[in-house]
């Protein structure tokens, strides 16, 4: 049988994450999120501080001190991207040796001439998601919006950056879906029956 893989993007405070780590335990595979910053770093033999350093952001957001790790190159644009093709190679190598669930990254455009790829996009209601910053990083209301604007900001300038597609736009996915409408439990119920419906 060959792997598949669910690609989730998210905006922040929707609960993307959570989402794909409970359909990963209800599929019975592994989700990657931070683990994949792991996987580029072991493959590569680069730091991973550098892979943690950019991660999501793209090549004219962050300056010269990952450069160390990647031989001394005096272009930290190419350093950058540099890292990005690491771990995009390191995607594609986990992708074909299991089937899997990959949490932002531009995992769909990364992995999409993949035969068996399912991509998400989760979003929520505006005060539920601050809400759910507020909760999860102990922020009051004004500190969580302003978390919230530079997230999505950050996610969508490193995804469209590096991919022909648009962040968060219904076709660059197989399936958008806000989170607030079933509830955390009930889009993981959701989105598991569609896999099912499609595998």
Not at 58 to 67: D, H
Not at 122 to 129: E, F, L, M, Q
Not at 174 to 180: R, T, V
């Amino acid at each position: 049988m060959k792997n598949y893989v669910i690609s989730i993007g998210r905006e922040l405070g929707s609960g993307g994450k959570e989402i794909a780590e409970k359909l990963a335990h209800k599929l019975g595979i592994p989700v990657y999120d931070k683990k994949l910053l792991e996987a580029a770093a072991q493959e590569s033999g680069i730091d991973a501080s550098a892979f943690e350093h950019a991660d999501e952001k793209e090549s004219t957001s962050f300056f010269g001190n990952i450069l160390g790790y990647i031989g001394g190159s005096n272009d930290s644009y190419m350093a950058s991207d540099r890292l990005f093709q690491i771990q995009s190679e390191a995607m594609r190598n986990i992708a074909g040796q299991c089937s899997c669930i990959t949490v932002g990254r531009c995992s769909e455009y990364v992995l999409r001439e993949h035969n068996c790829l399912i991509s998400i996009f989760i979003t929520a209601d505006r005060n539920d998601r601050i809400q759910r910053i507020m909760q999860k990083d102990g922020l009051d209301e004004q500190a969580a919006i302003e978390r919230m604007q530079k997230g999505d900001k950050q996610r969508r300038s490193y995804h469209d950056y590096y991919a022909t597609t648009e962040w968060g736009a219904a076709r660059t996915y197989d399936l958008c879906i806000n989170s607030s409408r079933l509830g955390i439990d009930g889009t993981v119920d959701f989105i598991f029956e569609y896999i099912k419906r499609l595998w």
